[in-house]
């Protein structure tokens, strides 16, 4: 009776005091732990990104005429082995232009395919570096009806983006961006040079 009692409570300190990462005594259950949300930059991480602004002044080549832009948007993607990001990003921009003391006001739409790479500094600090190729749409508000429609507002045209930014991350899981952008737009018949700057934040799950 007593050999018993004294067998049984050697086996119960011995599952107490068990060292974390031994195998476990046959016939008990593992316990899961939740996997943590990936941080950004680690791979497989789904990436989503709001521009807060992002303006821009640009001069077209043929005709010589001004533009000032000012846009938002919203982009998702995921990160790659290697830091390399690839994504999707769509923006709205409303925009001022001036020909020959005429005027012109319009809104377009751009959607993007965009790859990156992303330059880690430290835990606080990143560098992301990206390229986009797309197409924008253009719909215009008013016009001074003497001058010519200006061809850098034409309905349809190829757009390409590089942009160069700062990442400041105060969390994990959370950035904010900020950093030089240049956007490329080919009409039909003109070319158009726009140089600006961007401002963002965005989050990883």
């Not at 009692?5 to 005091?17: E, L, P, R």
């Not at 008990?28 to 821009?56: H, I, L, M, N, R």
């Not at 010589?64 to 769509?90: F, Q, Y």
């Not at 700062?166 to 900020?178: E, N, Q, R, S, T």
């Amino acid at each position: 009776m007593h050999r018993t009692a004294s067998i049984v409570t050697v086996a119960i300190v011995t599952c107490v005091v068990r060292p974390a990462g031994a195998a476990p005594t046959e016939g008990a259950t593992p316990v899961e732990t939740a996997a943590a949300a990936p941080a950004f930059g680690d791979p497989g991480g789904a990436v989503f990104e709001v521009d807060f602004a992002s303006a821009s002044r640009s001069q077209d080549v043929p005709t010589g005429s001004s533009r000032r832009a000012l846009s938002t948007g919203v982009g998702a993607g995921t990160v790659l082995g290697g830091d390399w990001t690839v994504g999707a990003h769509v923006s709205f921009t409303y925009s001022h232009q001036t020909y020959q003391g005429g005027t012109a006001s319009a809104r377009d739409i751009a959607a993007e395919a965009v790859a990156g790479r992303l330059l880690p500094v430290s835990s606080l600090v990143s560098f992301w570096l990206r390229l986009g190729v797309g197409y924008a749409r253009t719909n215009v508000e008013s016009s001074n009806p003497t001058i010519v429609l200006f061809e850098p507002l034409v309905p349809h045209s190829f757009v390409a983006d590089a942009d160069a930014l700062l990442l400041l991350h105060p969390g994990a899981h959370f950035f904010v961006a900020l950093g030089p952008s240049l956007r490329a737009r080919l009409g039909s018949s003109s070319q158009e040079t726009a140089l600006g700057g961007r401002f963002s934040f965005g989050w990883c799950i």
